[in-house]
């Protein structure tokens, strides 16, 4: 696999990954300081793939509908509208847990009951994003770009992330990994 920027940018255009861009200024961005090395940079602005879940604030009351309201903001650059309606949380002090967790979005309703902690609650938020997507016929889905309290996500579809990961070197500090197969292989443990 050539490394070049040149075959680089080609190939991810050829992808469709900068279907997305607000102007040339991202994909410049994405290329600053490169190498030919495979480490391309993700830029917050301009790329219109990534959003953060705060696994705290997610738990935190009123934190899925805050959720949803970013999500909405991304999402209408790919003509996704979440029309975000009723949200009601019922917590259960006596076992810190949610017992009812629900919120209304395009006039369907989305349950995310049992969030007890911050590993529950980002996971509540990551599947809620892929559910909307597959909803909505969008080809791509949530994968980890930077995995933290305040976690780095990108959207992308199969074949993007297949030639980020042949492109980016293991171990890189960015890097897409696949957080479904990974939950997926930790459920047993």
């Known amino acids: 696999m050539s490394k070049d920027r040149k075959s680089v940018e080609e190939r ?4 469709s990954y900068f279907n997305y861009v607000d102007s040339k200024d991202a994909i410049e961005k994405t290329f600053k300081d490169y190498k030919d090395d495979g480490k391309i940079k993700f830029p917050w602005n301009g790329l219109n793939r990534m959003f953060s879940i705060d696994a705290e604030s997610i738990y935190e ?3 899925l509908a805050s959720h949803v309201k970013e999500l909405a903001k991304l999402f209408s650059k790919y003509g996704i509208q979440l029309n975000i309606g009723k949200c009601i949380e019922e917590f259960n002090n006596d076992n810190s847990i949610y017992t009812k967790r629900e919120i209304i979005i395009n006039e369907k309703k989305y349950n995310t009951p049992n969030v007890s902690d911050w590993g ?3 996971n509540s938020g990551f599947n809620l994003a892929n559910t909307l997507l597959k909803e909505n016929n969008f080809e791509g889905k949530v994968y980890g770009l930077f995995m933290d ?7 992308l579809n199969i074949e993007q992330f297949e030639y980020l990961q042949n492109l980016i070197p293991e171990g890189s500090n960015y890097r897409p990994i696949d957080l479904e197969k990974m939950m997926k292989e930790h459920e047993g443990e």
């Open 12 to 15: 991810l255009t050829e992808l």
């Open 61 to 63: 009351a009123g934190g």
């Open 120 to 122: 529950s609650a980002f």
């Open 149 to 155: 309290e305040t976690s780095t996500l990108i959207i």
